[in-house]
């Protein structure tokens, strides 16, 4: 079991999906600080200072021990933002990789064997009879 383990995870396809992970792992933290440290203030400056991450429904106060109950929606909302800017890189990287790789070869039709050809006129002599 070890071998085939072993044989699994060495093959290319499976070391290359783990550094895209572990690389989109450092991309995802790198957005998300961008789109909270460096995109969210200015745009929460020009709305009148709005922190976007401390925008909240409270459904429960907080009483002693207990925390509120609350509905994060500017969390949210810098969340979506962080996934549709990593989600828009992903799309130009797919898409510049497609343009490298040239249009898709037209397959041809396969040839039709002699065998095939040979019933296929004796068919067509006999049908005309």
Do not use: C, H, W
Not at 23 to 49: E, Q, R, T, W
Not at 82 to 101: E, G, R, T
């Amino acid at each position: 079991m070890f071998q085939e383990f072993k044989k699994f995870a060495m093959r290319g396809n499976v070391v290359d999906m783990a550094v895209g992970i572990v690389i989109g792992a450092a991309f995802g933290k790198i957005v998300s600080s961008f789109v909270n440290d460096i995109l969210m203030p200015p745009i929460g400056l020009m709305l009148g200072g709005v922190d976007f991450s401390n925008l909240m429904i409270t459904l429960k106060e907080a009483v002693g021990e207990t925390e509120a109950v609350a509905i994060r929606y500017g969390a949210f909302f810098n969340i979506v933002l962080d996934f549709v800017i990593v989600a828009l890189a992903i799309f130009m990287v797919v898409k510049a990789m497609n343009k490298m790789q040239g249009p898709p070869e037209e397959k041809k039709p396969a040839e039709t064997p002699a065998d095939i050809l040979l019933l296929t006129e004796i068919r067509d002599t006999l049908k005309a009879k």
